[in-house]
């Protein structure tokens, strides 16, 4: 039934040997990104850990990073579930989703600070690219509501701290926060908005996927944990937030003003420029009596952003083939995690039933997404496993006749791109006619191998599943069963 809160999920983390707490005093303004970047650069992922920093200077408050994207399998652990079975967990969520609970009262509203004694320096906000960020980020779980449906939207958004009380929001045109702003701006009125940090994990997870116009996330996250989300009231505007968050910043968008926002580190890799952005004034600031303070590490991929986007996206694709688009030989959807995200090559795992079967599947997938590049593979791939892919590539696709490119696509954030306007690369790495034989042992004698390795006292090592799934695959078509 998913966990209560971000505590009890990092007791898990802990329990689990994926979490290390840093007890010696650490600088926000520099220290906390600096070590949490070598979680993704130092490691590699199946040995990636979250950090809690429990001696952060000049704050009583611990600080968290990479709590629910350090790695495949702590995401897995924040769903509650396995990496193999994350799509399931996701795809039944989907179908399926909770509303939340309204509860009287929660922890996050434990202290209550007013406008008056708001002051956002209270917070240890981490500096995340230190050096060249000229301000500290609130990267954490945006709450808006549209003004003429009454539907709340949850998302995840970097909130730059301008002032003591005054805070830019990083949404634009095609977002839904952005189009709940302009849903009260075209009254003239302000938008409420509610930023809640550190929240259950489940609700941290619905809110990086891109639902369809009009689904609030919160009965995503319900539908995720398996188990209504409880909210309470918000202090100061119309809104339902987490209660058992640890953080609630509550304020409203100005209509039809901006601000201008600094320079940021940006998710695909490369400093950002920043520009005129919405922005509020803090009316209230909520929070448990001993909070905790998490902040996503993003900027250079991989990183959390990238493992937490690509993890979602990837599911909401899987989802959109298979039960609105009614392609059911799909199989599974795989996004690399070095690629940052909504920019990141997606790899569809089908049986083609038809000529350009998969090509069709790849024009839908680049149509749908922002994704820049499209493979389609055979169902013997191990879509997550690099080496299988590059043996898919070399061995399966004719570039002349495979490969496609959708020219003039317009894709904010990339950096490769025109003035917004750039391209896709479809490749069709599906086998074509008839598969010739592997030339690799049969399943039986690859297992009598693997036995007479143990015998005879070799290093160990775990059976890769990119070889068992190509075994079973070959094995099975050989028998005329595929
Ligand atoms: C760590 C992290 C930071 C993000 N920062 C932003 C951001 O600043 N602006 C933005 O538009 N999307 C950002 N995203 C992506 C959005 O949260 C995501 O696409 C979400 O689906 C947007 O939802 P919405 O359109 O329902 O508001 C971020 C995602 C993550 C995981």
């Known amino acids: 039934m998913g966990y209560h809160d971000i505590r009890e999920f990092i007791s898990v983390l802990e329990a689990h040997g994926k979490l290390r707490h840093v007890k010696k005093e650490v600088d926000p303004s520099w220290e906390i ?9 130092g490691f590699p992922e199946e040995r990636r850990f979250a950090l809690v920093f ?16 350090a790695s495949r399998e702590v995401y897995a652990l924040a769903l509650g579930t ?28 434990e202290v209550v600070i007013g406008r008056e004694k708001v002051d956002l320096s209270a917070l240890p906000v981490p500096t995340w690219t230190p050096g060249k960020d000229m301000r500290p980020c609130i990267t954490a779980v945006v709450i808006t509501k549209n003004h003429d449906t009454g539907v709340q939207n949850m998302g995840t958004y970097r909130c730059q701290v301008q002032s003591k009380d005054t ?24 938008a409420p908005l509610a930023v809640a940090i550190a929240c259950e994990p489940v609700v ?3 809110t990086s996927a891109a639902l369809p116009k009009g689904i609030d996330e919160l009965h995503l996250a319900g539908a995720l944990k398996g188990a209504a989300v409880a909210t309470v009231r918000a202090m100061t505007v119309d809104l339902q937030v987490p209660a058992n968050a640890e953080i609630i910043v509550e304020g409203e968008l100005q209509p039809s003003k901006t601000m201008q926002e600094d320079s940021f580190g940006e998710f695909a890799g490369y400093m950002g420029p920043g520009g005129q952005k919405p922005f509020f004034q803090v009316a209230s600031m909520t929070h448990r009596s001993n909070p905790i303070y ?3 590490i993003s900027q250079f991929p991989p990183s959390e952003s990238t493992m937490i986007q690509g993890n979602a996206n990837e599911c909401m694709v899987h989802k959109l083939l298979v039960d609105d688009f009614g392609e059911t030989t799909v199989v599974d959807v795989a996004i690399n ?42 169902c013997d791939i191990d879509i997550r496993d690099r080496q299988h892919l590059d043996w898919a590539w070399n061995s399966r696709v004719n570039p002349a006749r495979d490969t496609l490119v959708i020219e003039k696509v317009f894709v904010p954030n990339d950096p490769a791109a025109d003035r917004g306007i750039t391209s896709k690369l479809i490749i069709d790495a599906t086998h074509k006619g008839t598969f010739p034989d592997l030339s690799l042992p049969a ?22 599943s990119r070889v068992e799934r190509l075994l079973d695959f070959h094995a099975q078509r050989m028998q005329g069963q595929t």
């Not at 990104?33 to 650069?41: E, S, T």
């Not at 429990?54 to 994207?69: E, M």
């Not at 805070?167 to 302000?190: C, D, F, I």
């Open 33 to 41: 990104a600096g070590m949490a970047r070598w979680v993704y650069q």
């Open 54 to 69: 429990d001696n952060v200077k000049d704050s009583s408050i611990p600080v968290a990073t990479a709590l629910i994207g």
């Open 82 to 109: 396995t990496p193999e079975k994350i799509h399931e967990v996701w795809l039944q969520a989907l179908r399926h989703t909770i509303p939340p609970r309204l509860v009287r009262s929660g922890p996050c509203q």
């Open 167 to 190: 805070v830019t929001l990083n949404t634009m045109p095609g977002r839904q926060a952005y189009q709940n702003y302009e849903s009260y701006a075209r009254h003239g009125k302000p």
């Open 204 to 206: 941290h997870l619905a």
């Open 294 to 296: 998490y902040g996503y």
């Open 337 to 378: 995690q070095t690629h940052g995200g909504n920019l990141g090559h997606a790899v569809v795992q089908m049986t083609p039933i038809y000529p350009q079967h998969a090509m069709h599947v790849g024009r839908l997938v680049a149509e749908l997404t922002r994704f820049k590049m499209i493979t389609i593979v055979d």
């Open 443 to 464: 399943k039986e004698v690859m297992l009598r191998a693997y036995e007479s390795w143990q015998e005879a006292d070799l290093p160990a090592f775990n059976l890769p």
